[in-house]
């Protein structure tokens, strides 16, 4: 019985953890994370596929905190971010003299992470000449640093993400069929936000703690109804761009659905561009409501507009802006 409680704590404690670090309780993201804590205790490579924005290294934090892993590292390496002649290397190291600027010995992601896991990160950007290199090392968790003729023996275990479906590059060639069935023993698919709309509350009070404003600002019903009903192409990343950008202009400690600024992408059709207001006027209208939303602060306006407080005034005079309280 003692057993029992023992283990019904541990998974308790575990749940808890998760909930901590994967924000929400609508049906996909309780569905993910069962998945994730299944994942996490086997050593198979995992495939995390979702849009950007949702939260894809998130969950291969998660996967790792609750694996046998936890204590050893986690490496996270941007696979978009790497120059094609110098993958080799980061991935798996160098010797020195091994090409012009290697002066010492670099050990490789794959080193540093022995023991540990290795977050690969928009893995589908990874030329096709590198990916049968990536193959042969996954399969042999054996490797030879540039310039060196000794192979490195290491025990990593990789999480992979993309943004796209990696399935489909490899219908078009962009991506090697046996790297992918050797990467997705596991796949998991983070949600778009706009399909658990219903933890944006939850994931607003998050941001709010996390930036020390817990109980010292607060979101009306219709700014949650206004962010609820927004479709969320940039995700989680774009509602939290949204709320910092809002709490920046607000002018107290409440956030109505006028106070909230969403940076809308919506492209005008050519048949309305004639009802499209003039220049001179998006120019008044965007003074008119940097000046609401600073308070009339005369400087604070300037700055935002980035223009000389003496600019701003000879703008106000030329857009007949009349607000006298100068401040």
């Not at 489909?168 to 949600?191: C, I, M, N, Q, W």
Request: aromatic share 4%; net charge negative.
């Amino acid at each position: 019985m003692a057993a029992i409680e023992n283990t019904n704590v541990i998974d308790t404690m575990r749940r808890e953890a998760l909930d901590e670090l994967i924000i929400g309780q609508s049906p996909t993201i309780r569905q993910l994370k069962q998945l994730i804590l299944k994942a996490a205790a086997s050593d198979s490579a995992i495939l995390i596929e979702g849009d950007s924005g949702t939260g894809k290294e998130l969950v291969a934090r998660a996967l790792h905190q609750h694996s046998p892993r936890s204590s050893a590292p986690f490496i996270v390496i941007n696979c978009a971010n790497l120059q094609e002649q110098l993958l080799e290397s980061e991935l798996f190291g160098h010797r020195r003299g091994a090409f012009t600027g290697a002066s010492q010995n670099k050990p490789g992601l794959f080193e540093v992470a022995d023991g540990g896991m290795l977050f690969m990160d928009e893995i589908g950007e990874i030329p096709l000449a590198q990916q049968a290199k990536l193959l042969r090392v996954l399969e042999t968790m054996e490797f030879l640093p540039v310039g060196d003729t000794q192979p490195v023996q290491v025990d990593v275990r990789i999480i992979a993400a993309a943004n796209r479906s990696l399935q489909e590059s490899t219908k078009e060639g962009t991506f090697r069929a046996d790297l992918y069935y050797r990467l997705s023993v596991v796949t998991l698919e983070v949600p778009p936000l706009r399909n658990r709309c219903e933890d944006i509350p939850e994931l607003v009070e998050h941001f709010l703690k996390n930036h020390g404003l817990d109980g010292k600002v607060r979101l009306t019903e219709d700014a949650i109804a206004h962010l609820i009903d927004y479709h969320w192409p940039g995700n989680i990343r774009e509602l939290f761009n949204t709320l910092e950008r809002s709490l920046i202009f607000r002018s107290g400690d409440e956030l109505s659905a006028e106070s909230i600024y969403i940076q809308t992408r919506t492209a005008v059709p050519l048949t309305d561009v004639t009802e499209m207001p003039m220049l001179d006027q998006v120019i008044r209208n965007h003074i008119i409501r940097v000046l609401t939303a600073t308070g009339n602060n005369k400087t604070q306006a300037a700055r935002i507009l980035g223009v000389q407080r003496r600019q701003l005034y000879r703008l106000l005079e030329a857009h007949n802006i009349n607000i006298n309280t100068p401040r």
